[in-house]
């Protein structure tokens, strides 16, 4: 959590600054009101009591009613001045929050952002964030702004009485510090398990959500569900723990509070009648004690919640532990590739780098050339390409050079990615339009070449008949489209960029054979200009054979 503490700290230290003397302002009006009407009443009650008696005084109630007024008016402008100004001070560090996840998820390799699920990157992109708002309004604000209230108190009761001053200032600085110490130290285990918890529950939820279909189909559902009700039942468990255990430390404070207060109200009687003070005096510090218990009680109900924050805070700090800092340092000293004209590889398995039990592939790829990579599932086809498209490290053994000179490991990831387009076996189509979809990252459009390619695809017609055409919007991870228009979109979206690499994972996945071989037959002069890797189970029949190198790799076997 410290690193989110000092990002808070550098960036915003003037906001928060700004909103810690707002918020000292508020408690400061709303126990100085209460002090003060407590002094106040207590002061007429004795005037009026002399006055009956037949005794001449003289009583300036215009004065103490006016601070009265002047206090209740600047605890409600306060307060309502400090929830807008931190509150947009939350806005603003949530997003600052964001955008530097967001730096750190760019810098980190595919295969790192492939270490965690779908589920667990959205959890640490809503639940985890959102968690870190409070380290401002929960362990910055109120604990610092408490602290300088008890100074200022302190100081003030010294005026007319510096024992009870040192005594009240000792006392409220104890109750604050040991009640954030116990209180975390008593609650952080079972509000980070609780969270944990939660986040077990959350990925179960999605998975059980989006296997449901299949869930049903083979009826396990139940099944499913009954692994699901557990871990809610864990998590029931958990959360009551923590509200126990939070229940107790609240009720233990009340108690100290309380009986404070007692031993005060006692002590201050016994003062009044020593003449230490003034009957009206003693009740304006009682009324203060009240008011500063009203603040200390809120401190175990926000810090119960340190052991949450700092679970989310922890998962995400594992980003810098993964290596993106690291990445970004060594990024700068690497080389940049202006081409790709040849391409030699030799992969050694030993450290099972998963070319299934290929012992060592050799190839040289030279430009305008094209590769059929040919095997089973398992055979290691696609770990392969994930080698070549910097998903997955080489061991030590292993090595692809580019252009007889410059190890892959050697380039740089920004510059070999935009040599490198990679279509995966799965098809990726983002949330917004079929034109986003296409043309995402382009600097400029030609709209004309757009449906060029969308015809060379069969997407045009498709395309035309759409209410929007290519302002359609394709839904959630396009749910509103067929798998096979799906590939095709994800093909048509590599047409539109200008790889010298291309490395295709079955690219007619979900497409029939004929229109495969009428697609295979339009975009080929398109891939006759650059270096194609195509991985395929079986020899493609779309694929002219005397135009293609062959590597054939076997799971059982060496080739």
Request: charged share 15%; net charge neutral.
């Amino acid at each position: 959590m410290r690193f989110w503490f000092e990002l808070i700290v550098k960036t915003n230290l003037k906001r928060i600054s700004v909103g810690i003397l707002l918020t000292l302002i508020t408690m400061l009006s709303g126990i100085a009101l209460l002090m003060l009407s407590g002094w106040f009443i207590n002061a007429t009650a004795l005037a009026g009591i002399s006055i009956a008696a037949g005794l001449v005084i003289t009583f300036d109630m215009y004065v103490p009613g006016s601070g009265i007024r002047f206090f209740a008016l600047s605890r409600t402008i306060s307060r309502y001045i400090e929830r807008i100004y931190n509150h947009d001070t939350i806005l603003r560090l949530i997003s600052l929050f964001r955008v530097t996840l967001f730096r750190r998820l760019s810098n980190m390799s595919l295969q790192q952002l492939r270490e965690s699920s779908d589920s667990e990157w959205l959890s640490r992109l809503t639940a985890d964030i959102d968690a870190l708002d409070s380290i401002l309004v929960r362990y910055i604000l109120p604990p610092i702004a408490a602290l300088l209230l008890i100074i200022g108190l302190s100081v003030f009761i010294s005026v007319f009485w510096f024992e009870f001053a040192l005594y009240s200032g000792l006392f409220m600085l104890l109750c604050l510090s040991l009640s954030v110490f116990y209180t975390i130290k008593s609650t952080e285990a079972s509000s980070s398990s609780a969270c944990a918890i939660l986040n077990h529950c959350r990925t179960q939820v999605i998975e059980h959500l989006n296997g449901s279909v299949e869930l049903q189909s083979y009826h396990l559902m139940d099944v499913h569900q009954r692994g699901l009700d557990t871990r809610l039942q864990q998590l029931d468990v958990a959360q009551n723990t923590l509200s126990r255990k939070t229940v107790q430390l609240q009720s233990l404070l009340d108690w100290v509070l309380n009986i404070n207060l007692f031993v005060v109200s006692v002590a201050l009687l016994s003062a009044v009648n020593s003449s230490v003070i003034t009957g009206p005096q003693a009740i304006m510090l009682v009324m203060m004690f009240l008011g500063v218990n009203e603040v200390l009680q809120t401190f175990v109900m926000q810090f119960s919640t340190w052991g949450k924050t700092d679970f989310s805070a922890g998962r995400l700090a594992k980003l810098d532990d993964s290596g993106a800092v690291s990445f970004i340092s060594n990024e700068s000293t690497k080389h940049n590739v202006n081409s790709v004209c040849s391409l030699a590889v030799r992969l050694v398995d030993e450290q099972k780098v998963s070319i299934s039990q290929q012992q060592a592939v050799n190839l040289t790829l030279c430009d305008n050339q094209m590769l059929n990579i040919i095997g089973q599932s398992g055979s290691g086809k696609s770990s392969f390409a994930d080698l070549l498209a910097g998903v997955t490290a080489l061991n030590s053994k292993s090595e692809v050079l580019i252009n007889d000179r410059l190890h892959i490991s050697d380039i740089a990831k920004n510059s070999w990615h935009q040599k490198v387009t990679y279509l995966e076996q799965a098809n990726t189509i983002f949330a917004g339009t079929l034109g986003y979809n296409l043309v995402m990252g382009l600097s400029t459009v030609d709209e004309q070449y757009v449906w060029s390619v969308l015809k060379q695809l069969e997407l045009a017609q498709w395309v035309n008949s759409l209410p929007q055409g290519l302002n359609t919007w394709l839904g959630e991870t396009g749910g509103k489209v067929s798998g096979g228009q799906a590939r095709r979109i994800c093909l048509a979206r590599l047409l539109l960029r200008d790889p010298q690499l291309i490395i295709l994972d079955e690219p007619f996945n979900g497409i029939d054979a004929n229109m495969a071989n009428r697609i295979w037959k339009n975009i080929s002069p398109w891939l006759s200009t650059r270096m194609v890797i195509l991985l395929t189970h079986q020899p493609a029949e779309y694929l002219a054979k005397n135009k293609a190198l062959y590597l054939t790799l076997d799971a059982d076997s060496s080739s």
